[in-house]
């Protein structure tokens, strides 16, 4: 069982009438002992609803939970429910747990929780594509490096985590493997015109790092000009490929707090610097 079923056969049971991404926070957070639990505040809202669809594997942040883990902490969440809850578990969780009963529900799941974040944290990120590729798979993002300390302000930091919050789920799906849809529905081109009208034309000057305001308008720059390029059928070439790659080389460069500074990014992706364009 992956993390998707697990959340897909308990949310019904366990869920309440929170939104998904608070259920997955919730799930993650009853399987952590203290010390780790500061760990849930690094993701954002769209990083718990992408974990919960499978739009994003949840490999990253087993590997940052993984040695906080403690079953025993989940069983008691387990065993704090409804009993009603409890039997429901039990007959859903059958087929998986053959010895489950009323008794040892919580000792079974929370085995079985703990052993899918384990087994995640131990999968391998997919080899990153050669640059003979041809474009049409999906472009890999380093692997998180969360750190305490952000070199940029308080405000700058509230900024930019609303800023993520806005443009998250656009990101991934640029960077994914199914993009192509959503830019031929116009959905994708259309939502970007959306935020950057209303909200973040003039609300992306207030960044005061400049190098921060200068790597989001460039963002901005390129979002626009691929969503104008689809929408207005404009006569001049755009190559979409490149432009997908200065997004995602933009998009890591806005999060020096979760991506590993140290490195040079070419350790993780060997294509990194094709397409810069400053």
Request: glycine share 6%; proline share 4%.
């Amino acid at each position: 069982m992956n993390f998707v079923e697990f959340v897909t056969i308990t949310r019904p049971i366990l869920g309440g009438k929170g939104g998904v991404h608070i259920y997955v926070r919730t799930l993650f957070d009853a399987i952590l002992t203290e010390n780790g639990k500061e760990i849930l505040d690094g993701y954002s809202k769209e990083s718990y609803k992408a974990y919960a669809g499978g739009k994003t594997s949840i490999r990253d942040i087993s590997k940052a939970m993984v040695q906080y883990v403690d079953p025993v902490e989940f069983s008691s969440f387990i065993f704090n429910t409804e009993e009603s809850a409890q039997i429901a578990l039990c007959e859903q969780f059958t087929e998986f747990l053959p010895n489950i009963n009323v008794n040892n529900v919580g000792d079974e799941i929370a085995e079985l929780f703990a052993n899918i974040i384990r087994t995640a944290a131990q999968t391998k990120r997919k080899k990153p594509a050669s640059k003979k590729d041809t474009g049409t798979g999906s472009i890999e993002l380093p692997d998180e490096q969360h750190s305490d300390e952000s070199p940029y302000s308080s405000e700058d930091n509230g900024l930019l985590q609303e800023f993520t919050s806005d443009y998250d789920e656009i990101m991934f799906t640029m960077i994914g493997e199914n993009y192509s849809t959503a830019l031929i529905d116009m959905s994708l081109p259309n939502k970007v015109q959306a935020l950057y009208k209303t909200k973040w034309s003039t609300k992306a000057d207030t960044f005061n790092n400049p190098t921060l305001k200068s790597n989001v308008f460039s963002l901005l720059g390129e979002l626009n000009q691929l969503s104008n390029c689809l929408l207005t059928d404009g006569a001049e070439p755009f190559f979409i490929k490149q432009a997908r790659t200065r997004i995602r080389n933009l998009y890591v460069k806005l999060h020096p707090d979760l991506f590993s500074g140290a490195f040079p990014y070419d350790a993780f992706i060997d294509d990194w610097d094709d397409g810069e364009f400053y």
